[in-house]
């Protein structure tokens, strides 16, 4: 077997070639890009023997994609996608000067996977509509959390001269709000607004009860204030405008990205179990699969799902302390997703809901129950994938109603 330690950047690739004993076989720079990836072969095809098979190059590396990782898979090498903080830590743990290099990376690297590659996690062998899935999911998400970003910008800005439109508008990131703040972006052009632009622009945002908030939104906008000087408003007034103008093109880009989300989904043959779920819907589902991946034989079993998925408590116990806590290393977009589906579970099913309530009976907290009931239906997630049925509601409480009845 041959042992590979690459320690990418951006445009190069440092990386050391090692034999079962240790020893170093080669090292090299590599430039990112196809003819990287030839030299790569060539170093390695110089070293390992004629007869051998491509899957005994093992490889580590600190990513899980990119054209550089596929082409490596592609080759049929044995990949493994490497936490930094675990090189990080197995750096330490063999020099305590401190001393950082990136070619002293790729020798750690090497060092880590001849040593431990049984203990890592290879990259996942997911399926281009897998990936697919990940790219829209993962930018559809990324685009809200840059609205709710410039939304809190544009509040700030109001607070500090015209607070009146904070009390004029419930949801600055709705297109009502933001059609109105493009056109009064200030106290005074504000106060000038008709109810019948007013309502011109509730209509247009689909707003119920049109007649009556308008009437709030303009006794609002009249309502005297604390202001600012009028040189110290004009700047203001500008960048509300501005974050008017930015969030109404991120409106339009979340709902454009959200059909691809659909798109995309919809034509993966997991979806129907995953959408079976309950509180996942399009959206959600596909966040969920986005991050979890197709590959079937990436979890063992549902504890190892749960345990990707940072729903699983961890245990530390050292001599008369025992503690469990939380996971608080997790897939952000993960478990993002996985609480909203909780959440959403417990109005659509009645055993997830009873399932938190006994939680919350055993003296759980509402974040610590809802954690559970997210990191239980995971496991239930788990089974349907794994024996390719659809969610029933039966089958999932069952055990458990047993249990409470006993």
């Known amino acids: 077997m041959m042992f590979v330690g690459d320690d990418w950047a951006e445009d190069h690739h440092d990386v050391e070639l090692q034999d079962v004993q240790g020893r170093r076989l080669a090292k090299a720079r590599l430039e990112e890009g196809i003819a990287g990836i030839a030299r790569l072969h060539e170093l390695i095809g110089r070293q390992l023997d004629e007869n ?210 659909e798109a995309h989904f919809g034509r993966h043959p997991d979806a129907e179990i995953i959408v079976s779920q309950p509180g996942l819907g399009m959206i959600l589902g596909a966040r969920v699969l986005a991050e979890f991946g197709d590959d079937p034989d990436r979890y063992a079993s549902a504890k190892a799902r749960k345990n990707y998925a940072g729903t699983s408590p961890i245990t530390r116990a050292s001599g008369r302390k025992h503690v469990v806590t939380a996971r608080y290393v997790h897939n952000d977009r993960l478990i993002d997703a996985l609480g909203r589906q909780a959440y959403a579970a417990m109005i659509c099913s009645p055993g997830s809901r009873a399932y938190y309530d006994q939680q919350r009976a055993r003296g759980l907290g509402h974040h610590a129950a809802v954690r559970q009931l997210a990191n239980r239906l995971v496991g239930i997630l788990h089974g349907c994938l794994r024996t390719g049925t659809t969610y029933d509601e039966a089958t999932a409480w069952s055990h458990r109603t047993e249990q409470v009845a006993a």
């Open 52 to 261: 051998a098979e491509a899957d005994q190059v093992v490889i580590g590396i600190e990513t899980d994609r990119g054209p550089w990782v596929q082409a490596l898979i592609a080759a049929g090498y044995r990949v493994y996608a490497i936490n930094p903080l675990q090189v990080a830590r197995f750096r330490e743990s063999t020099s305590v000067s401190g001393a950082k290099s990136d070619p002293a990376d790729a020798h750690t690297i090497a060092d880590m996977v001849r040593l431990q590659h049984h203990q890592l996690r290879p990259v996942a062998g997911d399926t281009a509509e897998a990936e697919a899935i990940k790219v829209v999911a993962r930018a559809h998400k990324t685009l809200i959390w840059e609205r709710n970003r410039h939304m809190l910008r544009l509040r700030h800005a109001l607070r500090e001269f015209f607070p009146s439109a904070l009390a004029a508008f419930g949801d600055l990131a709705g297109a009502d709000a933001l059609e109105l703040l493009a056109k009064a972006p200030d106290p005074d052009s504000a106060a000038r607004l008709t109810t019948a632009q007013i309502t011109a622009a509730l209509k247009r945002a689909r707003r119920h009860h049109v007649a009556d908030k308008a009437q709030k939104i303009r006794a609002a906008l009249r309502a005297e204030q604390l202001g600012q000087p009028a040189i110290v408003t004009s700047a203001y007034s500008a960048t509300v405008r501005a974050q008017a103008a930015i969030l109404t093109t991120l409106n339009e880009q979340i709902k454009s990205m959200q059909e691809q989300v």
